[in-house]
């Protein structure tokens, strides 16, 4: 009788020590889950901003606006007066920061001559040529990027120092970062907008608006 | 009629019976819960090894040592598997002459506990374990 109770004692453990190692089991399973999908989270972070991108607004604006952008874009061109509107009605509330998505061919070039423009302060100014310019230098059927040079001559830029940059490997590096950025972050057409780390999943220019209206709304009522 | 059980023979009994429920739950969890689908070696082993815990464990509850004689056959069945996949699993057997069909293979470095023990040699280890302990029950009926 005594060691029938041995027996089924034993049983019975087995069973509850399987049942808490089930338990313990997913508790972990599941915080591990957890803690993959918060570096995943960190990831997309570090690769929706980096520190090379060029910045429009108060560096230390609440409200960001990742745009990944495309100087032969029509739309990023279409785009382009709203987001200044943006940053620049917001007293300070909203910035913007350019990434480059070179989807079409001859972006790579307009992006280095832009980026050459940069090194020398006067980024946005060469930025609002070039897409004033665009319909001449950005025809898809036959792109001359080179021809943003002369669209920026006149703006004061050390014309030598500036085609040196645009070939040099720091241009490159950054352009090739965008790049794998954009891959990473699955975006696929320009301009493709992220407010505060929020895809604009609802193309459009009353949608990106209202995306920052609602951004801003968080961070004024935590 | 059952043949009572000398009580010299009961504890290794009872340790070869813990050790397939030990097994067992052991094998249950590497399957169902933490996911590591068992390849086809492994279904043959718990095949021998999950009947034990019922023939091992009625035989200790009726104090029936003829329960050794029918675990016999299939501790020996699973001894020979667990072997068999350990030798596939170190490489001194090649896989191919066992038909692995879609899931896992049976030479997969993935078959290890914490990274250290392969499955196949714990599963031997235990087969082992059971065969002596009935081995030193039995002899101890006889005496």
């Known amino acids: 009788m005594n060691r029938k109770w041995v027996v089924l004692g034993t049983a019975a453990a087995v069973v509850v020590a399987f049942v808490a190692g089930v338990v313990v089991y997913r508790d972990r399973a599941a915080q591990q889950a957890a803690q993959v999908a918060a570096e995943a989270l960190q990831r997309d972070r570090e690769a929706l901003v980096r520190a090379h991108s060029p910045v429009f607004g108060n560096p230390a604006a609440k409200v960001t606006i990742v745009e990944f952008f495309d100087p032969s874009c029509e739309t990023c061109r ?39 423009a940069r090194l020398q302060g006067k980024y946005w100014e060469a930025l609002e040529r070039t897409l004033a ?41 950054l352009l090739r970062q965008d790049i794998a950025d954009m891959q990473a972050l699955k975006v696929k057409q320009t301009p493709g907008f992220f407010v505060n780390g929020t895809p604009l999943r609802d193309f459009g220019q009353l949608q990106l608006k ?11 009522a935590p | ?25 052991g094998a249950l969890f590497l399957g169902e819960v933490m996911g590591k689908t068992p390849c086809v070696l492994c279904w043959y082993q718990r095949i021998a090894m999950f009947p034990l815990v019922l023939v ?51 030479a997969d470095a993935d078959v ?21 302990l009935l081995w030193v029950a039995r002899t101890r009926m006889k005496t």
């Not at chain 1, 950005?138 to 050390?158: F, K, M, R, S």
């Not at chain 2, 009580?7 to 070869?16: D, I, K």
């Not at chain 2, 029918?70 to 038909?99: D, N, R």
């Not at chain 2, 290890?112 to 374990?129: D, H, K, M, N, Y």
């Open chain 2, 112 to 132: 290890q506990v914490a990274g250290l023990v392969p499955i196949p040699l714990l599963s031997w280890l235990a087969f082992t374990a059971v065969m002596a």
């Open chain 1, 133 to 173: 310019a665009q319909p001449q230098w950005a025809a898809h059927h036959n792109p001359q990027p080179e021809l943003i040079w002369d669209v920026i001559a006149d703006t004061g830029l050390d014309m030598a120092k500036a085609r040196a940059d645009a070939a040099s490997p720091a241009v490159d590096q």
């Open chain 1, 78 to 116: 279409a785009f382009y007066p709203l987001v200044k509107e943006l940053v620049n009605s917001s007293f300070g509330q909203v910035r913007l920061v350019l990434r480059y998505a070179p989807l079409h061919k001859g972006s790579d070039t307009a992006v280095k001559i832009l980026e050459a």
């Open chain 2, 1 to 25: 009629m059952t043949q009572r059980a000398e009580p010299g023979s009961w504890l290794p009994l009872f340790l070869a019976w813990l050790v397939t429920l030990l097994a067992t739950a």
């Open chain 2, 56 to 106: 091992l464990g009625l035989g200790l509850l009726d104090s029936d040592a003829r329960c050794i004689r029918y675990a016999l056959p299939l501790v020996l069945a699973g001894w020979c598997l667990a072997l068999y996949h350990c030798l596939i699993f170190w490489g001194i057997v090649a896989e191919g002459l066992v038909p692995c069909g879609q899931g896992a293979s049976c």
């Open chain 1, 210 to 220: 209202a995306l920052v209206a609602e951004e801003l709304r968080k961070v004024k």
